[in-house]
């Protein structure tokens, strides 16, 4: 069964652009959450989506938004690129509430 | 904030058990307890998780204290493969994971 795939792998934006990244679950996983990886900070959780609805959100400014799409494959947003957007983005996905997660390999973003 | 303390670094002689500590003293008893595992600059692995039973599976061994304010991950028998940041995490029905710090485990040749 194929893992969590995530696109782009690496991407450079400039500051005040915005992105897109995009996160595919594993096969037959209803549950999306994304995360942050920072070395300052560690890894933050962004938001969780099951069956298309957001179910959590962490402690991110406005600016990061994410949705589900109705075959699980989920994208998250982040507009008005600051400097200390620069990170690895994970995206994780499982079955369902109590199962664990699966992560994918990261977008690794820098922000110039 | 996370809800637990794990030792900043440890070392671990290959072929050895590792034994990794967490203490969550303040966990509730609809939490479990999950491990997970990060290899330099790759997503997380999920290794384990328990509730209040000690588990197993192929990879490692959980054992929880009978009050469950901590547990140990065992590896069996560490490889050079297993170096990597170890984070514990308590969570109970939602996926709002919290990472620690974690335990960064050097498993030396």
């Known amino acids: 069964k194929a893992g969590v795939t995530q696109t782009p792998r690496y991407l450079i934006k400039t500051r005040g652009q915005q992105v897109t990244l995009s996160c595919s679950p594993i096969?037959?996983?209803?549950?999306v959450s994304w995360y942050q990886q920072t070395p300052g900070q560690g890894l933050q959780f962004l938001f969780e989506?099951?069956?298309?609805?957001?179910?959590n959100k962490g402690n991110f400014p406005g600016r990061f938004s994410g949705r589900q799409f109705s075959n699980s494959r989920s994208e998250m947003n982040v507009s008005t690129l600051e400097l200390g957007d620069s990170a690895l983005y994970l995206c994780?996905?499982?079955?369902?509430?109590?199962?664990?997660?699966?992560f994918g390999p990261g977008t690794r973003l820098t922000v110039t | 904030d996370a809800k637990t303390t794990q030792p900043p670094s440890m070392d671990c002689a290959e072929g050895r058990a590792a034994n990794l500590p967490c203490n969550h003293s303040?966990?509730?008893?609809?939490?479990?307890v999950y491990w997970y595992r990060q290899i330099h600059s790759q997503g997380p692995q999920y290794i384990i998780h328990?509730?209040?039973n000690n588990e197993t599976n192929e990879m490692a061994s959980l054992i929880i204290t009978e009050d469950r304010k901590s547990s140990t991950l065992i590896l069996p028998h560490a490889t050079l493969r297993d170096t990597a940041v170890y984070y514990c995490?308590?969570?109970?029905?939602?996926?709002?994971?919290?990472f620690g710090t974690g335990t960064r485990l050097k498993v030396l040749a």
């Open positions: 303040t966990i509730s008893g609809n939490e479990y």
């Open positions: 995490i308590v969570i109970a029905g939602t996926y709002k994971y919290i």
């Open positions: 096969s037959g996983h209803r549950s």
């Open positions: 989506y099951f069956s298309e609805t957001q179910r």
């Open positions: 994780a996905s499982s079955l369902a509430i109590s199962y664990e997660q699966y």
């Open positions: 328990g509730l209040k």
